[in-house]
């Protein structure tokens, strides 16, 4: 578990690739601290476990589905990434639960300033658009944000000077895929509303019908 409060940007030293994984090494500092194979790190927002420390970089391996789902499969020597440690119990949580699990992608379609803050705007896969909310919490390679806005296609967040000066946001531009994790409590929320009771099949209540789901997107 995270908090998508990214704790240093980190640089790929080495990528190697098979027919369905990868394996991935990472300089850092800040994110080996107290670290050991076998722990988790957030990179990009995609938890990956720690298989190898090296002199300042730690190596970890991502499956099919992790490279399906993710933009880690574009990464190459010299890339900027996003870093972060598993969450410990008693450390304050600043962001939001962040699982390191990716959703999707979503795609950057434009920036413009707002006062000190910066607004991006991403495209979303349309199965994914419910599950986000306004004013609610999104992690977009790995980075807690808020979501200042719906859009047709997909959302926009809004960056305060901070998070764009410590984070890989910066480097972003018009047509990038970044890493997409939902809301836990929406995710869970649709798929019970899914398989909530309908009128034939009563439980404590008559349920939600196929057109009320539909008016929410589900």
């Keep these: 578990m995270f908090t998508g409060l990214i704790e240093e940007i980190g640089t790929v030293r080495g990528m190697v690739t098979g027919g369905d994984s990868a394996r991935i090494e990472v300089e850092s500092r800040v994110a080996l601290r107290g670290t050991a194979c076998g722990d988790s790190i957030a990179v990009n927002g995609a938890c990956l476990t720690v298989t190898r420390l090296g002199a300042g970089s730690f190596t970890a391996d991502a499956a099919r589905e992790t490279l399906a789902r993710t933009n880690l499969g574009t990464l190459a020597p010299g890339k900027a990434v996003n870093l972060e440690r598993a969450l410990r119990l008693g450390d304050r949580l600043g962001g939001h639960l962040v699982s390191g699990h990716v959703d999707g992608t ?3 379609r434009a920036v413009e300033r707002d006062g000190i803050a910066r607004l991006f705007r991403f495209d979303c896969p349309a199965e994914l658009l419910p599950l986000v909310a306004e004013k609610g919490s999104v992690a977009l390679d790995g980075i807690s944000l808020t979501v200042a806005a719906l859009a047709p296609e997909g959302f ?3 960056a305060v000077p901070h998070a764009v000066a410590h984070t890989t946001l910066l ?4 047509g990038d895929e970044v890493n997409l994790e939902c809301d836990q409590i929406a995710k869970y929320l649709a798929r019970l509303a899914r398989f909530a009771p309908g009128p034939e099949r009563p439980c404590g209540g008559r349920g939600l019908t196929e057109e009320t789901l539909a008016r929410f997107g589900f």
């Excluded at 480097?171 to 018009?174: G, P, V």
């Design 106 to 108: 979503a795609i950057l």
């Design 156 to 158: 926009i967040v809004s």
């Design 171 to 174: 480097a972003l531009r018009e």
